[in-house]
């Protein structure tokens, strides 16, 4: 059985489900996803993922509010101290630093991920941690903040295996999504081979990065499986044996 530890089920395009969110979760569990985790971006979409959460005993959701969401739907430190406190709430996130989409002084970034990090070490929760072209201040940040106390994931990992590393010697979990399966992508492999068994997450961040051989399309939760498959292909392990060790440290990580 799979997890797909992030995702965003409430940005899914249920076209291909009839418009039924029921249909596309049946789809996820004959693929064998037994779970998912419904990422929150920021305030605006909280309420909708919290609703998946609630309604579907399949669905778990974490509060937090995107390094690049606009600064009118970011939250707080209370307000996520409190809203982690939610019975279906498991984690932080996704938070972090995006020096790709976002250019100029980002100080503002910076701040409202220290934030997070804080409101974690206050809930006593993980973090889902989003990094890109943000390497060196991601790990001082989260150095600085204590993040190692509250533990977390660096999702869709598409860094090296330096950063990588370091990442794991803050206590840190790596997530690999769909990326890993993309043809030009020999490099990202080389590092998934590399993450100790112990530290390792699959996930689809559906509804982006659908994974060969549906790339381009819609993404969602089933195609974990892809990105399972090939996570257990470069390791040289059966999908079985990748499935129980990936869905073990899910738990472990986020109860
Ligand atoms: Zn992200
Ligand atoms: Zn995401």
Redesign the pocket.
């Known amino acids: 059985m799979l997890i797909d530890s992030?995702?965003?089920l409430d940005r899914i395009d249920l076209t291909p489900f009839a418009g039924d969110m029921d249909r596309l979760l049946a789809a996820a569990a004959e693929a064998g996803v037994e779970h998912m985790l419904c990422?929150s971006?920021d305030m605006e979409n909280f309420p909708r993922v919290r609703a998946l959460a609630e309604r579907y005993p399949q669905v778990s959701c974490s509060v937090g509010v995107?390094p690049s969401a606009d600064a009118a739907a970011d939250a707080d430190e209370e307000t996520l101290v409190r809203l982690a406190g939610e019975p279906r709430v498991v984690a932080i996130g996704?938070t972090g630093l995006d020096y790709h989409y976002n250019q100029g002084d980002l100080e503002w970034q910076r701040e409202r991920f220290r934030r997070h990090i804080r409101a974690a070490r206050a809930a006593g929760k993980p973090l889902?941690i989003?990094t890109r072209d943000a390497r060196a201040d991601t790990l001082a940040i989260l150095e600085e903040e204590g993040a190692r106390e509250t533990g977390g994931v660096l999702?869709?990992y598409t860094e090296d295996w330096d950063m990588a590393r370091r990442g794991l010697d803050l206590g840190l979990y790596v997530s690999f999504s769909g990326i890993v399966t993309f043809r030009n992508a020999e490099a990202l492999r080389e590092v998934a081979r590399r993450v100790p068994e112990d530290r390792l997450l699959v996930e689809t961040?559906a509804p982006?990065l659908a994974p060969v051989p549906h790339r381009g399309k819609g993404n969602h939760p089933a195609w974990v499986r892809h990105v399972a498959e090939c996570l257990a292909g470069v390791r040289g392990v059966p999908l079985e044996a990748l499935a129980a060790q990936t869905t073990a440290n899910y738990h472990a990580l986020f109860g």
């Open positions: 992030h995702c965003h990422v971006i995107h996704e889902i989003h999702h869709c961040d982006y």
